[in-house]
Structures are given as C-alpha cells and as structure tokens.
C-alpha cells in the first residue's frame, strides 16, 4: 500500500493516479481517518503521561483523602486509556481497509489509458508466419492429435478444465524445464511452491482472497487460498522480515500449480488453453533495494524476450496503460505471442512483469537495514517465465503442419525426446464414455 503520510502530502496526484487508473477508492477518507488516528494517537499518549504522572504521586507520602483522591483518578485515566485505545484500534482497521484500496502509483513512462487496447507496443520480435494451408488452432489440433481432452476434463472437473495426454505431457514438463535452466543460468534461485497460503499473503500481494470478485479459490474455514500464481508464495516467502542489505537483490523462480476462478471470463478469446482454471507456471520473484528496481524490471523482460526468442514464437511487447496495470503495479510490460488460430491471428499475453516498488513490501512488512541505521521497504517484482498452457497454445499453433503433425521447437527436443507429433487415429472424445 502507499504510505498514509504520502497520500496526504500528494492527494491530487494520487486521486489522479486512481482516475488514471480506472480504479475506485476514496483517498479523502483516507487522510480524514490517518488525520482522526493521528489525533487519537496523540490523545493515548497523552493520556498515557498523565497516567505515569499519577503513578508517581502515588509513590509519595500522602495522606488518605489524598491518596484517594489520586487512586480515582488513576482509575478515570485507566478507563479513558481503554476507551481512546479501542477507538484508535477501529480507525487503524478503518484506515488500512480504506488505505489498501488504494493503487499503487503509476510511472510516468506508463500510457494513459483505460483498456487494454491502448497498451502501447514498444518492440516486435519475429515474424508470423503465412500459411500454405488453412491453420487450425489449438483445441483441433489438441483434439486430433489426442493430446489434450477438454470434454472429460468438464465431466469430471468442470468447464475450463483439461487433461492433457501422450505427447503434450512431455511438451509440458519439456517447457518447464527449458524455463528452470534458463533461470538458473541467470542465477535464480529455484523452487518448487506450496499451492495454498493463507489470505493475508494474498492481501498483501494484492489478490482479494474473498468475495463475488475474488479471482481465487477459497479454502473454506482454514483461512487460506489456493494459490494463483506463485508470486504469492515466493512474495510471502519472507514476509515480516528484515532483509540484509549486501545480499539484495534476491533472484527467486518458483514453479507452481496456479488455479482461477476466471469468473465471467467467456467468449472466443478465453477458448481451450487460453484461459482456464487450472495450469502450471514457473514465476520470477525479485527483493531489491529501490534504486535496483527499474534495472531489474527491464531484465526480468529481457529473460521473457529471451525465453519466447528461443522457442521461435513471434511476439511483440506492450508498455501497459494505466488502466490495464492492476492495483500494485508501477509499471508493467506484457509478451503478447503470435496465435494463428486467434481470431484469424492476433497477438495474445503469455508473459507480464510488474515493477511493484515497496507497494506490496509495505503491505508484506518485508524491510532491509541501511547504511544509516534505519529499516527500509525493499522493492518488489514479479515476472512470468513460462505460463505452460498459452505457451503450449502457440507452439501447437505456430509449428502445425499442412499434415496435421506439429514440429517441435530445436530448444526442446532434448527435453521432449522427439522432434514432431505427428497425426493418430482417435475416436471422439466421448464415444466409449459410460
């Protein structure tokens, strides 16, 4: 979150930034509850001298009446104490409730705009390549070539769910690891997640673990989430911590299942792999000090590029608009490959990575010690390394053949075991199903 004094001392750049934003909060009523707090906190502590001054009268020879006298007033100051403390306990919950809604700022370098649509392209990679035969997308070619089954992924799970068979599950694991080594290659620490945390990680991330509007999974009664991406996980991983300075930056990758609700999420756009609820992902996580951030932000992008280079995808990048950033995102580039079977063929994300500043260190309490002596936000940044399904999405679309068989991508064949997939005779989906 930002801090309270910050909002107050910048309140028509920060409303601004929410009009900007598309966004809804009231950052007035956040400086009329720091200001009411503020108060409040003066009050207790005045109260609480007052309190020490009769404490030390009491310490005195007195006479009775007198001691009386200071004992009932010791018991008033006790009982205002109490009441100014509940007080001021419900305006700091008012004051965080009213102060989480509010965005992170924008860069100046970030477009204006509301929609995605007015994201702005800042560099194109490769070239779509022109069919010699009429392109299938994905969920035919899927189908055809047996590897993955949307219609028994709906009976047993639910819409917007899959298996995935034979030559695809290598593709999976195949692109996992060509992410995983990419990453250690440029010093990440790996991991593999837990998929649940509790929902104050997920707060102080920026997900909203409750509610119609929720886009995750929650674990009735135990307090926790299934997790959506494993930000979350490496994001709390040192939550309530300070940091040491000479060991930042902290370069962490985590593979993760990640599970959406995607509510009202439909449409030609969200079809096959594009969109589901349940899909696996290897995520960059960054800690660094807050003069390292915009730096690392560019080659956390930079490793993106790198990675989808590799696979012979085309691609552009976008500089998000502010509409379009999400709540605690500063800055925010996407990787948008090139999907044939998109709407005759159009651009779709497969990468994003977020410049998060100390927005989500603030809510997460994750500090460092500087050189003077004082406890500092880190920064924060996260990055999608590989988002298994939209990657596989456009491989099967980018390397399907007049055939119907699909080439594997040179960078994975090693990892898969084979070069192509190539066409077999299967029966519809459903045809022997009881």
Request: hydrophobic share 35%.
């Amino acid at each position: 979150m930002l801090d309270y004094r910050f909002i107050k001392d910048n309140l028509e750049a920060v409303k601004e930034n929410i009009k900007n934003r598309n966004m809804t909060a009231d950052a007035d009523l956040v400086v009329q509850l720091f200001d009411e707090r503020t108060a409040l906190t003066t009050k207790l502590q005045s109260l609480q001298q007052k309190r020490n001054e009769n404490a030390a009268s009491m310490k005195q020879k007195l006479d009775a009446e007198t001691r009386a006298k200071y004992i009932e007033e010791g018991k008033q100051i006790k009982d205002e104490i109490a009441s100014v403390s509940k007080e001021l306990e419900d305006k700091e919950a008012k004051l965080e409730e009213a102060a989480r809604k509010i965005p992170n700022m924008a860069s100046p370098k970030a477009p204006i705009g509301k929609l995605d649509t007015e994201n702005l392209e800042v560099k194109k990679v490769g070239t779509p390549r022109v069919f010699d035969f009429e392109p299938k997308d994905h969920v035919q070619l899927g189908e055809e070539l047996d590897l993955i089954d949307f219609d028994r992924g709906t009976k047993v799970s639910g819409p917007k769910f899959y298996y995935l068979k034979n030559e695809a599950v290598f593709l999976e694991q195949a692109l996992i690891m060509y992410a995983l080594n990419t990453l250690r290659k440029h010093g990440f620490t790996t991991f593999i997640t837990p998929d649940v945390a509790r929902a104050e990680i997920l707060q102080g991330i920026g997900f909203n673990p409750r509610g119609n509007e929720s886009n995750v999974y929650a674990i009735e009664d135990e307090g926790t989430c299934l997790v959506a991406t494993a930000e979350i996980t490496l994001g709390g991983y040192h939550s309530g911590e300070i940091l040491d300075k000479a060991k930042l930056p902290l370069m962490y990758c985590g593979l993760s299942h990640c599970f959406r609700r995607e509510a009202g999420s439909a449409g030609q756009f969200s079809k096959g792999l594009y969109r589901v609820h349940q899909f696996d992902k290897v995520e960059m996580f960054v800690y660094c000090l807050p003069e390292q951030s915009e730096e690392l932000h560019e080659k956390l992008r930079l490793i993106e590029e790198e990675i989808f280079t590799g696979l012979g995808i085309p691609f552009h990048v976008v500089d998000t608009c502010t509409g379009d950033l999400g709540a605690p995102a500063y800055r925010k580039w996407d990787l948008e490959a090139w999907m044939p079977g998109r709407n005759g063929g159009e651009y779709g994300e497969v990468t994003s990575t977020s410049n998060c500043t100390d927005y989500q260190a603030r809510r997460l309490n994750v500090k460092y010690r500087d050189d003077d002596g004082k406890n500092k936000y880190v920064h924060m940044l996260n990055g999608t390394a590989i988002a298994v399904g939209r990657a596989m999405l456009a491989i099967l679309e980018n390397y399907q053949n007049a055939d119907g068989s699909v080439t594997i991508p040179e960078v994975l064949r090693g990892y898969c075991g084979f070069d192509k997939i190539e066409p077999k005779t299967v029966s519809s989906p459903l045809a022997n199903a009881k």
